[in-house]
């Protein structure tokens, strides 16, 4: 279906977006009875019935919310890529979402409509809160949604899968207050995020062997056996929805421990909220936790390099032991607190 650039109420650089019109319902039917596209979202392919229930959907919420999951094309060739928009979420949150044809994966698309609708939506003032979500097999859309800066929340249930699909949020205003809550298995995608790209944005081209060690499916597995120990206590820093943070405490399992002797076994911030306290707001719930636990003295161990945590540790009044120990080829530091 030949377009004209004018046809198009908007582009980005390679993406020419419109409306659906009720002309669109083969392309529709190509996009929505595809099992390789729906497989992500639905149970089943649509039927053809229900691709033009889905059109009408479409188009009624472009008459009441001026926003839809809007046809686009290639600005070069015309040809129809898929669907990529907004639509009402629950709690005054847009949605956004990308669907493509399977033969336009892997060339940018996503990215590129995706970067350019949260601009859209931000700028129009449309909304303060993007919500997006993927299959949880889809590591491709994770990978996206990481792209374009949205930072994992709790994964929720989503009817058309039966499935609990990872959650990421975006804020045109991000909210000031956080608050901590426990950890649970939902938390999982957010919690490994967060680990991952904090030791990423630490360690990257210093200690390239650990982490190659701490890839994202490994910190995911870390945290599914840590959820099942309950020696230690977790709690995630929330900033609205987005988990920027958490901190995890234990007995210390160093082999000249004291009874007395706790530990702080993690604390990580996401890379994007750093010098914003957040990470004070979990050292006081580490000590606490310990502190009410029994414990008269926080331990924890910090690579040499890190310089930044270090530093932040000596401000919260942790003292450098003699003890040190070795990981990777590089030394770790002891550090320690009296609590009581």
Known sequence: MKQTQQAYFMHSERIGFRTWTESDFDLAFKLWSNPEVTRLFYKTPLSADLVRERLEKESECERMHHIQYWPIFSLETDEFLGCAGLRPHKDEQTEFGVHLLPEFWRCGYASEAGSYLLKYAFERQITNTIFAGHHPNNIGSRQTLLKLGLIAGEAEFYEPTGLIHPSYYAYRVPPENVVLKPVGMNDVNGLAIVHHLSLKATFDGILNEYMAARSLPYCEEGWRKLLQDDTTDSVALLRGKQIIGFASVAHSQDHDAKSTDGELSRIYLHPDVLGNSYGRTLMQWAETTLRQKGYRVM??????????????????????????KEDFGAKLLLYKKNIQ
């Open 299 to 324: 331990r924890l161990w910090v690579f040499e390099v890190n310089s930044r945590a270090r530093a932040f540790y000596e401000r919260m009044g942790f003292t450098l032991d003699e003890m040190e």
